[in-house]
């Protein structure tokens, strides 16, 4: 099965009851039982419940994996792997990594003896030269958040081969239309499916996906150990958004070009990331790896100016400011007063998160609307 059919399909099966097209939402917490163990797959649904179900099968086919786990948000989800290491264990992990990722890292796990390495992930070699006898996990992030670096998966598998280590990547940004990890050697893929999966800025939701039986299997028993688990209602919400995640991405790739073009075509703006540009510094791996270059940009104003910036991104009118990203609506963000506000100037200058920078969610509304509202916000 194809990709753009997968979406609709993939893991998919009609409703048994009454022939339901769209699995229905079972807002249930149990289920009845004949005699004491007499049940029909379900008893609780912590466990297992048949609308969740029906969604993580959907995220292991558009992953081209085996087993799928849903999760309460994508925090949860990377909380659940961390549950996988023990004291003393090590992990190596990106220094522009989702910053709510940091926080798990850095303020809850250290704390129970996890030790964490930040480091560039551009080169592999770079990568091997952390890991040690206590080293577990790489967890990388590309294209990272908000500088639009990119990392090459498939390097990163050697080494994590290489030293019997697993390999985690969060597609959030990429989304398997775009990136399949599972397929570039790594061993867990994860979403915040509240972004481009869910795809309508409505609903909290994470996701992970492994090939693995007994690896699926470790992750299936925290997930219901420790419970962080989605509703029903939440899982159908994304169900029916995976369903139009093709054309969604198409649309946010045509736009994101045209947006990323016209900045970088504009007298006022200093720099444009954005992997699709032959000038991004590494724009071959991401020719290798992606099939197109997404709706994610940030930018930088000549000047530098922190006021110039915070103007710009209160004069947009169909752009949104709002933290966040995926959604069919463009949103902006200023990541130097919002995301980033909490990491001292002199940090997040050295990882590029400027006082001018600007990130862009490009939306599929139509592009000459977004460049208009852009030029007139501008100026
Ligand atoms: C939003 C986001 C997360 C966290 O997901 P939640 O669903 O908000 O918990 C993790 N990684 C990336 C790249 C994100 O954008």
Not at 350 to 364: A, E
Request: with cysteine.
């Amino acid at each position: 099965m194809k990709f753009n059919t997968k979406t609709i399909h993939g893991g998919q099966e009609h409703d048994k009851a009454y022939g339901a097209v769209m699995p229905p939402i079972y807002q249930t917490s149990t289920y009845a039982q004949s005699t004491p163990g007499g049940h029909k797959g379900y008893e609780y649904s912590r466990t297992h419940n048949p609308t969740r179900n029906a969604l993580e099968n959907a995220f292991a086919s558009i992953e081209n994996g085996q087993y799928g786990l849903a999760f309460g948000s994508g925090l949860a989800a990377i909380d659940a792997v961390i549950k996988l290491l023990k004291p003393g264990d090590e992990v190596i992990s990106t220094n522009d990594l989702y910053g709510g990722t940091y926080r798990l890292f850095t303020k809850v796990f250290e704390d129970f003896g996890i030790k964490f390495h930040f480091i560039g992930m551009e080169n592999a070699d770079k990568v091997e030269s952390f890991v040690n006898e206590n080293t577990k996990l790489i967890w990388a992030e590309t294209p990272t958040n908000p500088m639009m670096n990119i990392i090459d998966i498939r390097a990163l598998s050697k080494v994590a081969k290489k030293h019997n280590l697993l390999l985690g990547v969060d597609n959030t940004f990429a989304t398997p239309y775009l990136q399949r990890p599972l397929d570039l050697g790594a061993d867990i893929v994860m979403h915040s499916a509240t972004k481009y999966l869910g795809g309508h800025s409505d609903v909290v939701i994470g996701a992970l996906v492994v090939k693995d039986e007994e690896l699926a299997e470790r992750l299936y028993f925290i997930q219901n150990a420790s419970g962080a688990i989605c509703g029903p209602q939440d899982s159908f919400l994304v169900l029916r958004g995976i369903k139009t995640l093709h054309v969604r991405m198409q649309r946010h790739c045509e736009n994101g070009k045209a947006v990323a073009e016209y900045l970088e075509n504009h007298p006022k703006i200093e720099k444009v990331y954005w992997p699709g540009f032959e000038s991004h510094p590494n724009h071959d791996v991401a020719k290798k790896q992606m099939d197109d270059f997404g709706g994610m940009i940030s930018f930088v104003t000549k000047g530098n100016d922190y006021d110039e910036a915070i103007r710009i991104v209160e004069n947009l009118k169909i752009f949104t400011l709002a933290e966040s990203l995926g959604g069919v609506e463009s949103l902006a963000g200023h990541p130097a007063s919002m995301t980033h506000a909490s990491i001292p100037k002199e940090e997040r200058e050295k990882t590029g998160v400027l006082d001018s920078l600007i990130r862009l969610s490009v939306g599929i509304e139509d592009a000459s609307d977004l460049i208009a509202d852009l030029e007139q916000a501008i100026g």
